[in-house]
């Protein structure tokens, strides 16, 4: 886990059978606090999912207390570094789902797709028996996705069934392969169960999701164009999972480009081109009121906890 940067940055998930949740909860938030770990946890019936970030030794003693839990002994972790702390304090959170789809019935613990390595992930997204399936939410694949990939332009994954529904004969209409893929890898556990579901069996995701192939696959062979979005403050990584050039809108928590920025409708902390329309003047006055605060705070060396990421993956 060594790295140059000083911040050790865990994305992990397992999907397990809790029984009591809530009664996991407590210690796992006060060795987090105890160890100086920052970042979301979340925990539900069926596993946990989550970032945080810290020392190395602090990371690694919150990681032996997570898979000590039931089930998640081969917990899936994928590891990166920052210069500085990319979140402001530590949450674990009680949900119904670790990732969020509506689909009740969908168990990946039971049925789940192939998963492919990083290295043998061009070869398949490359055959034109497949067909290629980003699914993540689109202010995400707006920065960044694999050549030829397509984007289901859905706001959450809760839209995922029913994009695919609606559209799954055009989507399958001489092809027998899908290849799907997302962050970290979550996300493709339930997309792949819910398409088994769904009767189509050559179903494949990319182990370790995006990190893991821009962690492993050298640029110049490499597929993927763009920047990934990540749920923290780095914003975006690009390959080696090196910080990215995008900023983010303190206001509607979507990724801002560099033309983004120039934009006459981007305010620091205020407004962007993406949600100009989307706030009314109350709003934006509160905003821009929370903004001098966190400068002010800026100014005399505090941390000013503004709007927090919703953690998706």
């Known amino acids: 886990m060594s790295g140059q940067l000083p911040i050790t940055v865990a994305a992990l998930y397992q999907f397990t059978r809790f029984d009591d949740p809530a009664a996991l909860r407590e210690p796992l938030l006060a060795l987090c606090e105890e160890v100086g770990i920052k970042g979301t946890l979340l925990l539900a019936k069926e596993g946990i999912n989550g970032t945080v970030a810290g020392s190395e030794n602090a990371i690694r003693q919150v990681l032996a207390h997570?898979?000590?839990?039931?089930?998640?002994?081969?917990?899936?972790?994928?590891?990166?570094?920052a210069a500085e702390m990319p979140f402001h304090r530590m949450k674990v959170r009680l949900k119904r789902e670790i990732v969020t789809m509506g689909e009740p019935d969908i168990d990946p613990t039971l049925s789940v797709g192939h998963y492919v390595d990083p290295q043998d992930w061009n070869a398949l997204i490359s055959d034109p028996?497949?067909?290629?399936?980003?699914?993540r939410?689109?202010?995400?694949v707006a920065c960044g996705t694999f050549r030829g990939a397509i984007d289901?332009?859905?706001?959450?994954?809760?839209?995922?069934?029913?994009?695919?529904?609606?559209?799954?004969?055009?989507?399958?209409?001489?092809?027998?392969?899908v290849a799907m893929f997302c962050t970290g890898g979550i996300r493709c556990e339930k997309s792949t169960s819910f398409?088994?579901?769904?009767?189509?069996?050559?179903?494949?995701?990319?182990?370790?999701?995006?990190?893991?192939?821009?962690?492993?696959?050298?640029?110049?062979?490499?597929?993927?164009?763009?920047?990934?979005?990540?749920f923290d403050e780095r914003v975006t990584v690009k390959h080696g999972l090196e910080v990215g050039a995008y900023g983010l809108c303190r206001a509607c928590r979507r990724p801002v480009s560099e033309a983004d920025q120039q934009s006459p409708h981007y305010v620091e902390g205020v407004s962007c081109p993406h949600c100009i329309d989307e706030r009314d003047e109350e709003q934006r006055a509160r905003y821009a009121e929370r903004q001098r605060q966190e400068e002010l705070a800026r100014q005399r060396g505090l941390s000013h906890v503004g709007a927090e990421f919703s953690h998706e993956e």
């Open 137 to 140: 939410n689109d202010y995400e």
């Open 66 to 81: 997570i898979r000590a839990l039931p089930g998640c002994t081969s917990l899936d972790v994928k590891f990166s570094h």
């Open 195 to 230: 398409l088994r579901a769904e009767g189509i069996d050559e179903v494949y995701h990319l182990k370790g999701g995006i990190l893991k192939y821009l962690e492993q696959v050298p640029e110049e062979t490499s597929l993927w164009d763009g920047e990934c979005f990540v």
């Open 129 to 135: 028996d497949t067909i290629v399936i980003d699914t």
């Open 152 to 177: 289901p332009r859905t706001a959450s994954f809760r839209e995922f069934p029913e994009w695919f529904r609606q559209h799954r004969d055009d989507l399958l209409e001489g092809r027998k392969k």
